[in-house]
């Protein structure tokens, strides 16, 4: 059984088939992204969006279509976690440059990328509640290790489909911008003294987020 990943990003799928012992394939779906302030939410919802458009797809044989979705972003730790899931967003508008600027002056530069890998195959799994608000939940958090291999399951509440998430993340801080490589947050991110602009793709990828968050995934898919 094939495991489509959704997006239009072959370099993605390249990943994927480094840490996944699978028939990995490009699924190119343009879901409507919701906007929430955690990116677990935003994931199992597209990994939901893209699970019922593959069971729909005339290039899909039969109701077991596992579909895989990531979502990620730049954390500023002082910044309230901004620019987050809105990373994309505020590259476009604001720039990265700025973005740095602003964790510079106010002296808040410690910072991660992180990246939720959601997978929906259409089956039950045990539940644990997704990310709700942010603020209603302060303080009362699951802890890293449990989100880490979260799975949310809203079937009670409101009829909807599973989702396994698995999550990847980088620390780092937020530098002058270096290095000539990568794309978007790269060049002001700095994660053991090397930006991710100055490092080359192999490096990149010895560390990257969504490697890491793949990994995990890796693991619990293997007995799937």
Known sequence: MSLRYVTTNEGKIAEALEYLDADVVQFDYDY?????PELESIAAHGARAAFRAARRSDTVDGTDTPVVVDDAGLFVEGLDGFPGPYSSYV???????RVGELAREADATRAQFRCVLAYCDGDGFEATPEPVDREARRGQDLSADTRDAATTDDTVAGGELPVKLFVGSV????????GDGGFGYDPIFEH?????AEMSPTEKNAISH???A??????????R
């Open 32 to 36: 409507a992204e919701i906007q929430a």
């Open 91 to 97: 590259d476009d508008t604001l720039g990265v440059e």
């Open 171 to 178: 620390p780092g801080r937020i530098v002058e911008p270096r």
């Open 192 to 196: 053991d003294g090397t930006t991710l």
């Open 210 to 212: 969504r490697g890491r």
């Open 214 to 223: 793949l990994a995990k995934f890796a693991d619990w898919y293997a007995g």
